[in-house]
């Protein structure tokens, strides 16, 4: 029982030294598929949804390996992995639209707190109570799929202190967002905001997870998990979803699996204080990812974001291979043990590399990743 799966991928443009060079302008100009952002120094692009995780691997690499040869014919210029600017020295935007004025609102709101790079993974759920359900579980969870994703451990040259410097400063919005009780809790809470001008439009919540669908907040058909960082490995990316996707099958076929059930937090305020906790655990794995201390949504107790997850696995596992994709599900453990991109790259900088020398070898590593996946799998996909 495989769920539709899609990915927006948004990525940076650049130099092999490190240097972001906004292009998307010509990119959406010259290429199908991608779509600019407000800032030009962002390119994205979405894979259709599918279920087989061996077509999701062609579809994300193929547009990567497209946009690498384009951008070779433009110059020196390749894709920077990582989820900031991590090596810029100012605050200017560099508007990809100047005629756009949601553009401009988020220019003059936020600046280039939005400036990131990232990976919205959809996961195809058509009926909405089961959706919002799944959007509350995902809610208090996706701490988890940030401290396995964090890339973004610099800035200005620098490192911040914080694994995934993205999510410390995205701007979410609205500040607070309630776990949904239903779908027409949903659409209310939509209205309230849209009336209020907390929210410019519908596509105005940023959070980390929240239902999708093509006629917001009426229709939705998928849940869209948006707080992991960039994951530069396809391979990778897929074990993350695979670790998702378990986790919505196994509340599919247990109703109970619900945080406003099972919590031990008071009731009258159990959907306040799972937010709370919930916002708490995604600032600490922001800061500290797999190394975080989190605190269980069941009942409040401390636990490492790795343990955690180690849990989640071992409850996936039997799910996954049920369903045939414990092979995608077991890169987790790599990154378990050997660390997430940004974990690998401050292990690298206390090594004595600085933070462009840094970068330089992870966009070489990942160019030559990509190309080798490319090899091995768009061609035999494409015939």
């Not at 994205?44 to 062609?58: A, D, I, N, S, W």
């Not at 509350?136 to 610099?154: D, I, W």
């Not at 998928?222 to 998702?244: F, G, H």
């Not at 991109?341 to 070489?364: D, G, M, T």
């Amino acid at each position: 029982m495989l769920l539709s799966k899609g990915f927006e991928i948004e990525m940076y443009t650049g130099t092999p030294a490190g240097e972001i060079v906004g292009l998307s302008d010509r990119i959406v100009a010259d290429l199908n598929g991608f779509v600019r952002e407000p800032d030009s120094r962002n390119v994205e692009y979405t894979t259709p949804p599918l279920c087989q995780y061996e077509k999701l691997l062609c579809e994300l690499v193929r547009p990567r390996h497209e946009l690498r040869r384009y951008l070779q014919g433009l110059g020196d210029y390749t894709l920077v992995p990582g989820s900031t600017l991590a090596l810029e020295p100012s605050d200017r935007f560099y508007r990809s639209d100047p005629s756009n004025p949601y553009h401009s609102y988020i220019e003059q709101t936020y600046g280039t707190t939005v400036v990131t790079a990232s990976v919205h993974i959809n996961i195809g759920i058509s009926d909405p109570e089961v959706l919002m359900r799944a959007c509350r579980l995902v809610r208090v969870e996706a701490p988890l799929y940030l401290a396995l994703t964090a890339s973004s451990p610099f800035l200005r040259g620098q490192p911040t202190g914080s694994h995934s410097s993205r999510w410390q400063v995205f701007p979410k919005t609205p500040p607070v967002v309630p776990l949904f009780t239903s779908h027409s809790h949903h659409i209310q809470w939509m209205e309230a905001q849209l009336a209020a001008g907390t929210m410019q439009n519908v596509r105005h919540l940023w959070s980390a997870v929240r239902p999708n669908g093509d006629r917001r907040p009426y229709n939705l058909n998928r849940l869209e998990l948006r707080i992991c960082d960039l994951i530069s490995d396809p391979v990778a990316l897929l074990a993350v979803t695979a670790l998702l996707e378990a986790r919505l099958i196994q509340l599919i076929q247990n109703p109970e699996l619900d945080p406003l059930k099972l919590s031990n937090f008071p009731a009258a305020s159990r959907n306040q204080d799972l937010v709370a906790l919930s916002d708490a655990n995604e600032a600490a794995a922001a800061q500290h990812s797999l190394d975080a201390e989190l605190h269980h949504w069941q009942d409040g107790r401390p636990i490492l974001a790795r343990q955690w997850v180690q849990q989640l696995y071992d409850e996936a596992w039997p799910i996954a291979k049920a369903n045939g994709i414990s092979c995608f599900l077991s890169p987790v453990k790599k990154i378990l043990r050997e660390g997430n991109e940004a974990q690998r790259w401050l292990r690298r900088y206390e090594a004595s590399q600085s933070v462009p020398e840094v970068l330089q070898r992870a966009i070489a590593e990942v160019a030559a990743h990509e190309a080798s996946l490319a090899r091995d799998l768009c061609e035999p996909c494409a015939a």
